[in-house]
């Protein structure tokens, strides 16, 4: 089946520290993939995504590239805000379905301190 | 952006009672909603997705009769806990995607059930 797996948290980071939180990916046909945050009393919230290898997904100064070779999408951002502290996860889409059902990591909570 | 809302936030019953909870989309209409259930410190798992006028499809091992899901509009999906029980405690989180979304889901605030 369709699985995410993204890494652990919790991670701290001081203020316009460079950030990475991987993700790899299994799927049984070709997905989508995308990168949902969560920030405090909130729902999640598209943050970026990629529907095809290579692509690069951008917003907010995060960025992440779908990597079929390594069936990767790693988050990177290179100068983290306090705002930014949020949980983060990592999702994948298989199409084929007009519904389009998303398939979760388990999430990693970001601390951002000033 | 699409608005996604959930009522209520919070709630707390007692063991054998049923609770409902709804699922709003306040900007767009909703052809499709998802409800989750997501437990501390792990993924959110797809219980069910309901597309408006039709029954729910549920995934595998989630108990149907249980959890009653109703999406009687293009605006409005319930989510209905029966005769709960205290494993039945968790955060239930719903999602909704429109036509013109590209696929994109827009999630709810979630609701936390607490059954004593």
């Known amino acids: 089946g369709d699985s995410v797996t993204q890494m652990e948290g919790p991670v701290t980071l001081s203020e316009e520290a460079f950030l990475t939180i991987n993700c790899t990916y299994t799927a049984t046909g070709y997905p989508s993939l995308f990168w949902y945050v969560q920030y405090p009393g909130e729902g999640l919230q598209l943050l970026l995504k990629?529907?095809?290898?290579?692509d690069k997904g951008s917003n907010k100064g995060f960025e992440a590239t779908y990597r079929k070779e390594t069936t990767s999408f790693h988050l990177e951002k290179g100068s983290v805000q306090v705002s930014d502290s949020a949980v983060y996860f990592c999702a994948l889409s298989v199409s084929g379905g007009s519904n389009y059902k998303l398939t979760f990591g388990k999430g990693t909570l970001l601390t951002v301190n000033p | 952006g699409a608005v996604v809302s959930q009522h209520p936030s919070r709630v707390i019953c007692k063991s054998g009672t049923s609770v409902k909870i709804e699922c709003r989309s306040l900007?767009?209409?909703?052809?499709?909603m998802f409800w989750y259930r997501q437990f501390p410190k792990q993924s959110l798992m797809l219980m069910a997705t309901?597309?408006?006028?039709?029954?729910?499809?549920?995934e595998q091992g989630v108990e149907k009769d249980k959890f009653l899901i109703n999406h009687a509009s293009l605006t409005l999906s319930t989510l209905t806990v029966t005769s709960a029980h205290p494993e039945d405690s968790s955060f239930y989180i719903c999602s909704a995607r429109g036509d013109r979304s590209s696929g994109e889901q827009f999630f709810g605030p979630g609701t936390r059930l607490t059954v004593l």
């Open positions: 900007d767009f209409q909703a052809t499709t």
């Open positions: 990629a529907t095809k290898a290579d």
């Open positions: 309901s597309n408006e006028g039709s029954k729910a499809t549920y």
